[in-house]
């Protein structure tokens, strides 16, 4: 199985919004709606941001909202706040198997 | 909130096997899936499989020959074994409660797992 497809990095200034794409195929993003997103700060465990596509667990701001589209998957933060600054994981049920993304850096400029 | 603690050796000889427990507390071991993911140091996560209290498994395709899971409801732990390392099993192996979806809810700290001779 192959990791899901996710931009190196992204950047945006503070109170922008930024997108995060994640791309798979038919038998992972396309085929369920249980993607999930995490956020890991360096030296940090990752933290559960988004999962079955579009929900937020409690306590994670609503300025993080998720989406899918076919066969890719998107994280959209807006209002970005230094502290979103982070590496960001998209992850996938695959049927019989579990699937992340090789990570995308945020940088808030 | 649950609480999850890796612990097993740091340091591991290549091809022997790598071992580790997560302790579990603030909810019972019956409550979730409980999943092994682990990070390279500077690299991605890798989804290295789950177990649920009943004893029911599912491993990352690219592992299974290697791996074995089990769990210990009378001590609220699960174990992983990782059999004939090399320097590619070296990495941050984590625990986390969640479920078979990707959902993975609470994780422990992480345990470095470094194979070298």
């Known amino acids: 199985q192959s990791a899901l497809t996710q931009p190196r990095s992204v950047s945006g200034s503070p109170g922008q919004s930024v997108t995060i794409s994640c791309t798979g195929t038919?038998?992972?993003?396309?085929?369920?709606?249980?993607v999930s997103w995490y956020q890991q700060h360096p030296g940090r465990a990752p933290k559960l941001m988004i999962y079955?596509?579009?929900k937020r667990p409690l306590g994670v701001p609503d300025r993080f909202s998720g989406s899918k589209s076919g066969n890719t998957a998107s994280l959209t933060i807006s209002g970005l706040q230094a502290e979103d600054e982070a590496d960001y994981y998209c992850?996938?049920?695959?049927?019989?198997?579990?699937?992340f993304g090789g990570g995308t850096n945020l940088i808030v400029l | 909130q649950v609480q999850l603690q890796e612990s097993g050796p740091g340091l591991v000889k290549p091809s022997e096997t790598l071992s580790l427990t997560c302790t579990v507390s603030?909810?019972?071991?019956?409550?979730?899936?409980w999943n092994w993911i682990r990070q390279p140091p500077g690299k991605g996560l890798e989804w290295i499989g789950y177990?649920?209290?009943?004893?029911?498994?599912k491993y990352n395709p690219s592992l299974k020959s290697r791996l074995t899971f089990s769990v210990d409801t009378s001590k609220n732990q699960v174990s992983l074994k990782l059999s004939s390392v090399t320097a590619a099993d070296t990495a941050i192996y984590y625990c986390?409660?969640?479920?078979?979806?990707?959902?993975?809810?609470?994780w422990g700290q992480g345990t470095l797992v470094t194979v070298s001779s």
């Open positions: 986390s409660s969640g479920y078979y979806t990707g959902k993975f809810d609470d």
């Open positions: 603030g909810a019972s071991i019956n409550s979730y899936y």
């Open positions: 177990i649920f209290y009943s004893g029911s498994t």
């Open positions: 038919s038998n992972d993003v396309g085929g369920y709606d249980y």
């Open positions: 079955d596509v579009t």
């Open positions: 992850c996938s049920y695959a049927g019989t198997y579990t699937v």
